[in-house]
């Protein structure tokens, strides 16, 4: 196998990390928009709500909602086949559970993606990508109420009706198993709008609001295809493999029972049926969840087409003595001593790539899609306004060989490759933005302060050649 002559060469986004214009024509408040700015060791704040006095970064981000055209004739400089985003949710339900949508909102994207397909590029849509309505949080308590689904469903349908004829590519839930890590609040609001209470079971409250967003998802699968059985819809899952520490025998079950945990999302999607080692476990736990056996059936009606995943790094695990029965994702990582690291502290492991990939296709059989891959770091400017960022290539040209020796060499499906932010924007962990990983320079700082004016790195005629040469030229 080579790459398809229709590679999908591209880049990702979110909406809530570059349209800025949180409050303008009808948009409603969104998590991310209640979450201050933070720093590398330093979290975002949650606030209850738009403080005065705080820093939101999402609230402005980089104006993209004015200058979509300037950003997308970038993209088509480059030489993109297509550019994956989101739907703000909050532009077309403002508080989640209107009756009818916000019709400002819809003709926003009408816009940008009438702008994209005027360049030959097709949008690859997220649906929910850590932009829930804020509204629904406070009233219902976000996905730990059975009633988000319907609500979910109701913005995918209108999402797909709306744009039928103008989007191909989907995806439901962005990295829905990042809340895997449940002890963190940032992974469990922006994923399903959890606000935990003191004493509260975080664990369990998890599951429950997984399975919630599991059922939307097949709900809004089925749905999609009815409407147009040419979509393409897919899951979008967080991989990040997880080594045994050792050849100890303890770590290398300890790897596949934290593999198991982190992504069995993706056996639900793809099977349409629980796994049963998490029925196992959610028995060994006494775990009573809500699950009806019409979810079971709508599980099994809207399994997914293709397998979107980010991947930016790989984990190690070290076994414990209730490694085998729990994973928790805050204690028993450790740092692997045979790869590097980030500014960030995230390990840089291109090899990890192609294992990612194999595991992947091995498990499911699906076509893969790479939306989101790249390294954020500090971009300097130089006094004649070049930025030289080797740094990016390098790691980027690593993984791209990765990601071709796994098509080439080892036979795996793989239909598209979309490096994360191909423009500066707000970092969704952080909320930096001088966290970059563009091919364009966004001029503006943590506080806030900057131009806006976009520039071109060095990396940007890279990636160009890149996309010309079908990926031949690294």
Not at 207 to 217: D, I, K, R, T
Not at 273 to 282: H, I
Not at 348 to 370: K, V
Request: proline share 4%; aromatic share 14%.
């Amino acid at each position: 196998m080579s790459l398809r002559k229709d590679f999908l060469w591209g880049g990702a986004v979110a909406a809530h990390q570059l349209e800025g214009s949180y409050n303008v024509d009808g948009k409603g408040i969104s998590v991310a928009d209640v979450m201050t700015a933070g720093t590398h060791g330093v979290e975002r704040e949650i606030t209850d709500g738009i403080l005065p006095n705080k820093n939101y970064p999402n609230h402005e981000a980089i104006h993209f909602y004015d200058n979509y055209k300037e950003d997308v004739r970038l993209f088509h400089e480059l030489g993109f086949k297509c550019f994956r985003t989101s739907i703000a949710w909050t532009r077309i339900f403002p508080q989640g559970d209107e009756d009818e949508p916000n019709e400002l909102g819809l003709q926003f994207y009408d816009r940008l993606f009438d702008e994209c397909i005027k360049y030959g590029i097709k949008p690859v849509i997220t649906l929910s990508h850590f932009e829930m309505p804020f509204y629904l949080v406070k009233k219902y308590g976000g996905f730990r109420n059975r009633k988000c689904i319907d609500f979910f469903v109701k913005f995918a349908t209108v999402c797909f009706e709306r744009y039928k004829n103008k989007v191909e590519y989907w995806m439901t839930f962005n990295e829905i198993n990042n809340q895997t890590n449940y002890q963190s609040d940032f992974a469990t609001f922006t994923n399903s709008g959890i606000v935990y209470q003191e004493g509260e079971d975080r664990e369990q409250i998890m599951y429950q609001a997984a399975h919630y967003e599991l059922v939307a998802s097949a709900e809004a699968v089925k749905i999609g295809k009815e409407i147009n059985p040419n979509f393409k819809i897919g899951c979008m899952l967080a991989l990040c493999p997880i080594y045994p520490f050792s050849c100890n025998p303890k770590d290398m079950m300890a790897s596949t029972v934290a593999m198991q945990r982190r992504n069995y999302f993706g056996d639900i999607q793809v099977r349409g049926k629980y796994p049963n080692f998490m029925l196992k476990y959610f028995e060994r736990k006494n775990f009573k969840l809500d699950i009806t056996k019409e979810d079971l059936d709508i599980l099994q009606q809207g399994t997914v087409d293709y397998i979107g995943f980010s991947y930016y790094m790989s984990f190690s695990i070290k076994a414990s003595d209730k490694t085998n029965l729990e994973y928790n994702e805050a204690n028993d990582l450790v740092k692997n001593p045979y790869v590097p690291a980030s500014d960030w502290g995230w390990q840089i492991d291109p090899l990890g790539l192609r294992y990612t990939m194999n595991w992947l296709f091995d498990r499911y059989q699906l076509p893969l899609f790479i939306v989101e891959n790249g390294l954020g770091a500090f971009d300097k400017v130089e006094a004649d306004g070049k930025i030289h960022d080797t740094y990016r290539v390098d790691y980027l040209r690593s993984h791209i060989e990765a990601m071709i020796a796994c098509i080439e060499e080892d036979g795996v499906d793989c239909i598209g490759y979309t490096p994360w932010g191909p423009i500066d924007l707000v970092s969704a962990g952080t909320g930096e933005m001088e966290k970059r990983y563009g091919f364009i320079h966004v001029d503006k700082n943590n506080k806030g302060e900057g131009t806006l004016k976009r520039s071109k790195k060095d990396s940007f005629d890279w990636y160009k050649e890149v996309i010309s040469s079908n990926g031949k030229k690294l």
